[in-house]
């Protein structure tokens, strides 16, 4: 029984491959949040401060873990079609391990987390803003990679 051919998004026929337009657009979305916290972050640090110091329980630490492990989910689902392959699945990858290390944390090094979390805290509201950019970063490459298309009329 033959196998089907599904067009891509550029338009290429590929044996197998699907599209997942609803998860490149959840991951578009999910980016332009990022990218509004890394914002917030740069432009007013003591969010972020305030953000990391009400966070270090296990429960929000297994909570933050989840939504990393989901968001870096979708990420790799959505590669295909972005304008980023690679880059989106080793990204993926990337965030699905930080969130497995999140998990670990909460169940073993709530201790160390804190300690983590005081000294970048300690280090000033210069280190925050370079936190805070990267996170920017991060969403601006994301929403990039995953923006919609424009179809050709």
């Given at each position: 029984?033959p196998?089907?051919?599904?067009?891509?998004?550029?338009?290429?026929?590929?044996?197998?491959?699907?599209?997942?337009?609803?998860?490149?657009?959840?991951?578009?979305?999910?980016?332009?949040?990022?990218?509004?916290?890394?914002?917030?972050?740069?432009?007013?640090?003591?969010?972020?401060?305030?953000?990391?110091?009400h966070?270090?329980?296990?429960?929000?630490?297994?909570?933050?873990?989840?939504?990393?492990?989901?968001?870096?989910?979708?990420?790799?689902?959505?590669?295909?079609?972005?304008?980023?392959?690679?880059?989106?699945?080793?990204?993926?990858?990337?965030?699905?391990?930080?969130?497995?290390?999140?998990?670990?944390?909460?169940?073993?090094?709530?201790?160390?987390?804190?300690?983590?979390?005081?000294?970048?805290?300690?280090?000033?509201?210069?280190?925050?803003?370079?936190?805070?950019a990267?996170?920017?970063?991060?969403?601006?490459?994301?929403?990039?990679?995953?923006?919609?298309?424009?179809?050709?009329?």
């Amino acid at each position: 029984m033959p196998r089907t051919q599904l067009r891509t998004v550029s338009g290429e026929m590929g044996e197998g491959h699907q599209e997942h337009p609803a998860l490149k657009n959840l991951a578009f979305v999910v980016a332009l949040l990022i990218f509004a916290l890394g914002v917030g972050g740069v432009l007013e640090p003591s969010g972020l401060v305030w953000i990391a110091q009400h966070s270090l329980t296990s429960g929000v630490f297994f909570a933050v873990a989840a939504v990393r492990v989901a968001f870096g989910v979708v990420l790799i689902s959505a590669a295909a079609v972005s304008r980023a392959p690679t880059a989106m699945r080793i990204l993926g990858i990337v965030v699905v391990i930080a969130g497995i290390t999140t998990a670990v944390m909460a169940l073993v090094g709530m201790g160390v987390a804190r300690q983590i979390v005081e000294w970048w805290l300690l280090q000033g509201y210069v280190i925050v803003r370079l936190s805070a950019a990267l996170i920017l970063v991060l969403g601006a490459f994301v929403a990039y990679a995953c923006a919609p298309t424009r179809r050709a009329a």
